[in-house]
């Protein structure tokens, strides 16, 4: 159910080929019952998992509920068009990509009409699909410079480079794995930074300048390697502020298939904490 403490509003916003997404908005309510407009809040932008070919704004529903009523943030949950076998050969990388660095845009243009103020924090984020893409954009909006910037990422468990180079997916026991995961987004994905974050080590800027991350690691995930390399080149390499959980002896996305463990629970609970902290790395 809706929480009492929480305004929920659906919207379709354009993107750069004429067609329209669904974004859903979250704004905290005063103990009135009004949508709370008084200060301004934090702005939080979600994108959903789903391996970029299923998925939607659902999935991330509960998180944007939760930091509206907790963290007083107002949150805009972006739907994008996946690689969706009925939709193919129309909707293919980068269209995610594209749709996503869209939808940001446009939450950064109109955050003072819902209510929120980037400047006590921007912060963007995503699980699985949804993390690669908070990773992706967190550089575009760097080298893009976006205004008003992004302060902080949370990227949970998400696909960072490719499927080729990755140490677990290259064993022959995960030879089928890997070969599903190409066959389905229809694409060699190898070069292209804008669906492996790691390119952007490549190039002159590397990955300095991005805001700080929290991430989290499922210890029995095959994308594992990933997090963890990742989180030392950010914070080794490019000197960005990091903080990790790890769930050592779980899977991927094990607290949305089980959310009745216990660790599902301290899961959701280290979410909102790590987003709170996001949220201070803002403050001056």
């Not at 509960?62 to 909707?91: I, K, T």
């Not at 080298?143 to 910037?149: A, F, H, Q, Y």
């Not at 890997?178 to 080590?201: C, E, I, K, M, W």
């Not at 002896?249 to 009745?260: A, D, K, L, V």
Request: hydrophobic letters at 35%.
């Amino acid at each position: 159910p809706i929480p009492k403490q929480v305004h929920e509003e659906e919207r379709k916003i354009r993107v750069r080929d004429g067609t329209e997404i669904k974004i859903r908005i979250y704004r905290p309510m005063t103990e009135g019952g009004d949508k709370d407009s008084t200060a301004g809040h934090p702005l939080i932008v979600m994108f959903h998992e789903g391996g970029f070919s299923m998925g939607d704004l659902t999935d991330e529903e509960v998180n944007c509920r939760v930091f509206s009523r907790d963290l007083r943030a107002v949150c805009v949950n972006m739907d994008y068009r996946e690689d969706r076998v009925e939709l193919a050969p129309e909707v293919q990388f980068p269209t995610w990509s594209n749709d996503s660095w869209d939808a940001l845009q446009w939450a950064a243009q109109n955050a003072r009409s819902f209510g929120a103020d980037p400047s006590l924090g921007f912060v963007i984020g995503g699980a699985s699909a949804g993390g690669n893409i908070t990773a992706v954009l967190a550089h575009l909006a760097r080298d893009g410079g976006l205004s008003p910037p992004l302060t902080g990422q949370r990227i949970s468990q998400p696909p960072r480079c490719n499927p080729n180079q990755d140490p677990i997916l290259t064993t022959r026991s995960s030879a089928e794995t890997r070969a599903r995961y190409q066959a389905l987004l229809q694409t060699d994905l190898n070069d292209s930074p804008l669906q492996v974050p790691f390119h952007y080590g490549a190039l002159e800027s590397g990955h300095h300048g991005v805001p700080p991350v929290y991430l989290q690691v499922c210890g029995l995930d095959p994308l594992r390697h990933e997090g963890l390399i990742y989180e030392r080149m950010l914070r080794g390499e490019a000197g960005v502020a990091t903080r990790v959980d790890v769930y050592a002896g779980y899977g991927h996305g094990f607290w949305s298939n089980w959310p009745e463990l216990p660790r599902s629970r301290e899961f959701v609970e280290d979410t909102v904490k790590g987003v709170a902290w996001l949220l201070e790395q803002s403050k001056p």
